[in-house]
């Protein structure tokens, strides 16, 4: 059972526009959401999180928006760079657990 | 850099043999986890352990082994390896064991089973 969904394994973004990546969940548990950055070969680079009690998060060009009633989150990119082309995972936990459930991933490209 | 490291960076190996991967946690951290990446899937949880003990057990083979020492870095320990335990590897930390903490991932180690 998947608790942590990323519906687009991919997604091509033009240079200077911007990028939204989308997760899904399914426990109403999580309480806390955190996106990752990560590039072949290397470990995950911790980019912005969020806790339940906020609907939104931001941190320079990275804005991170819940919808805790539709169990939805998303990653904005505003503006989309070259070394912004990455996978992005979500992940989430809850207070209860204290291990990070991830998403599979979604392979950001952008188009110079 | 995360200040999270891990040792060696690359391992191949024989099926059947047993290797260990070290990992340091940044300092001031005492939660250390471990994950595993097989072929561009998502990161499988293994095990984390807080300030020396078990904290929370994931996807772990019965031939995979963990523990974290008094100065808190963390060893993996691999058994009677097989194929399909070639992977990356990675550690992560964080300061608390609790929900709500982030973590720090290391470079990894990539394992390849021959």
């Known amino acids: 059972d998947q608790q942590v969904k990323q519906n687009s394994p991919s997604l091509s973004v033009q240079e200077g526009r911007i990028s939204i990546l989308n997760c899904d969940y399914t426990?109403?548990?999580?309480?806390?959401f955190l996106w990752y950055k990560k590039y072949p070969a290397e470990g995950p680079t911790f980019l912005i999180s969020?806790?339940?009690i906020k609907d939104k998060n931001e941190d320079g060009r990275f804005t991170v928006f819940l919808n805790k009633s539709a169990k939805h989150l998303s990653l904005h990119i505003v503006p989309s760079q070259p070394g912004d082309s990455a996978v992005y995972f979500c992940?989430?936990?809850?207070?209860?657990?204290?291990?990070?459930?991830w998403g599979a991933g979604t392979k950001l490209i952008i188009k110079p | 850099d995360s200040g999270v490291t891990q040792t060696p960076k690359h391992l191949i190996t024989a099926t059947g043999q047993r290797v260990t991967l070290r990992c340091s946690p940044r300092?001031?951290?005492?939660?250390v986890y471990w994950y595993q990446q097989s072929l561009d899937q998502g990161l499988q949880f293994l095990i984390q352990?807080?300030?020396?003990?078990?904290?929370a057990k994931g996807n772990i083979l019965e031939r995979f082994s963990a523990q974290q020492f008094p100065d808190l870095h963390s060893e993996l320990n691999l058994s009677s390896l097989e194929l399909g335990d070639s992977a990356l590897y990675f550690c992560?930390?964080?300061?608390?064991?609790?929900?709500?903490?982030?973590?720090?991932f290391g470079p990894g180690t990539r394992l390849l089973v021959l």
């Open positions: 969020i806790s339940s």
């Open positions: 426990n109403s548990m999580f309480d806390y």
């Open positions: 992940a989430a936990s809850s207070g209860s657990n204290y291990q990070l459930i």
């Open positions: 300092s001031g951290d005492l939660s």
């Open positions: 992560a930390s964080s300061d608390s064991g609790t929900s709500g903490t982030t973590q720090y």
């Open positions: 352990y807080y300030n020396g003990e078990e904290r």
